[in-house]
């Protein structure tokens, strides 16, 4: 709104001492919204003409109805500066036509009556009334018909506005233009998996109309897709095609393509499609490894990091095992994985086998790098009083894991303290008083 109100010059001030401009406001919350265009004879005088300042003070009142909430007041005073659209100046009606678009769409979107005819007319109308502006609109009427399930007619759309041109072609035309063409391949996609999933896909002709949809689709994504770009729902769309129709080797060109060639843009999510394809496809381990150490370098939270460490742990190697054992301890350094049970969990497995194989040695090595961050982080009194409170087996597995770092007795006797208990004595005494089990399971881990 502040925008709007900048390339406007709408300033507070002039709205608030003029007491013309109240007087206009006055007749702007009226029901006779007609009169908004009725020129004061009082604003001879003004550089402003009365029809500017009622459009002007009634862009303020639709900012403060949808400030408030007030969709359907917003909707009225809309409909009165559409007005705005006969203004001769050709930027102020340029800008105007904007503003209406997407002030119209988001009253629209919150207006309890709106209905799919009403979007498509505010559509229509934007498109016909700012040229310059329409292929985006095109685009964004695309986008609320798929959002409403209309297929073919968000298909059509997007047809007409990749066929559309304006005077001279700009970079950010061709974008848009590329866009579009790229949307006509995914609602291709779309047609196709709404074709597979009727459950006719062994009919003849539903055959033929299914592999049309495809040679559509896979012709416009792979154009799309071989771009440098972030291309994430076509690539998918493309793979799941490939795949339908056993074409596991292309699919996996164009994942590994979208993964590792250096002129696209640096894509976790690349890296995650690849991993998950491999996954289902069986591929070896050494594979699935490689796959996720990428991944661990752009995003060492991901939740993948967990499948990541169960896989080094089965390789049985010394590096991967000290290795898997700094990504699980990395992984609890991230707030969002502090209080999860299954990190915790995998982080206690790895140790427990380290200490099986006698590699004791890399748990004491990589616990001394941490301890004085980690009992802060983890093992202070709050957290003993969180845990407890909402997830008695996560305190379970951390006091397991205080004791394989030899910081047993510290940490139990800290919490201890916390609850009450001065000795661990008398919490073996008040244990199945105070906490139940738990006291006994910690004394005894």
Not at 37 to 64: M, Q, W, Y
Not at 89 to 98: D, G, I, P, R, V
Request: net charge positive; hydrophobic share 35%; proline share 3%.
């Amino acid at each position: 709104m502040d925008d709007i109100e900048a390339e406007l010059n709408i300033s507070g001030s002039d709205v608030n001492d003029s007491s013309e401009d109240e007087r206009i406001l006055r007749k702007i919350k009226s029901p006779s919204l007609p009169s908004l265009v009725h020129v004061s004879p009082t604003n001879a005088r003004s550089k402003e003409s009365g029809f500017h300042k009622s459009t002007r003070l009634c862009l303020k009142a639709i900012r403060d109805a949808m400030l408030h909430h007030r969709w359907q007041d917003a909707a009225h005073y809309l409909a009165a500066y559409s007005q705005m659209l006969e203004e001769t100046t050709a930027h102020k009606q340029s800008l105007a036509c904007e503003i209406i678009w997407r002030l119209g769409t988001e009253v629209l979107q919150h207006h309890p009556n709106s209905r799919l005819e009403d979007f498509n007319a505010l559509y229509e109308r934007m498109k016909n009334s700012g040229v310059k502006n329409y292929a985006k609109i095109c685009l964004e009427h695309s986008f609320h018909l798929l959002l409403n399930g209309n297929f073919n007619d968000a298909k059509r759309q997007l047809s007409v506005a990749a066929s559309w041109r304006y005077g001279k072609q700009s970079a950010s035309q061709s974008m848009e233009l590329k866009l579009i063409h790229a949307y006509c391949g995914f609602l291709d996609y779309f047609i196709w998996c709404t074709k597979k999933s009727s459950g006719t896909s062994s009919d003849a002709n539903t055959s033929r109309e299914m592999h049309s949809y495809f040679r559509q689709a896979s012709v416009t994504l792979q154009e799309i897709i071989t771009q440098p770009g972030v291309w994430d729902p076509f690539v998918l769309s493309y793979v799941d095609m490939l795949e339908f129709y056993n074409d596991q080797e292309g699919a996996l060109k164009v994942l590994q393509n979208y993964a590792y060639n250096k002129d696209y843009p640096s894509n976790p999510n690349a890296h995650v499609y690849l991993y998950q394809f491999l996954k289902r496809h069986k591929a070896p381990p050494a594979k699935l490894i490689s796959t996720l150490k990428v991944l661990h370098c752009l995003v060492p939270s991901h939740e993948l990091m967990l499948e990541y460490c169960s896989l080094l742990l089965k390789s049985e190697v010394e590096e991967d095992m000290q290795d898997c054992l700094t990504i699980a301890m990395n992984l609890l350094d991230y707030p969002s994985w502090k209080y999860d049970l299954n990190a915790w969990n995998c982080l206690l497995k790895v140790m427990t086998v380290l200490k099986k194989n006698g590699l004791k040695h890399l748990i004491d090595k990589e616990w001394e790098k941490r301890r004085d961050l980690w009992l802060t982080m983890h093992y202070r009194n709050c957290h003993g009083k969180k845990d407890s409170e909402e997830n008695a087996k996560l305190l379970f597995v951390k006091a397991k894991v205080s004791k394989i770092f030899g910081e047993h007795k510290a940490t139990i006797n800290s919490l201890l303290k916390f609850w009450g208990f001065s000795t661990r004595k008398t919490a073996k005494r008040k244990g199945k008083e105070e906490k139940g089990c738990l006291f006994q399971l910690m004394i005894k881990c």
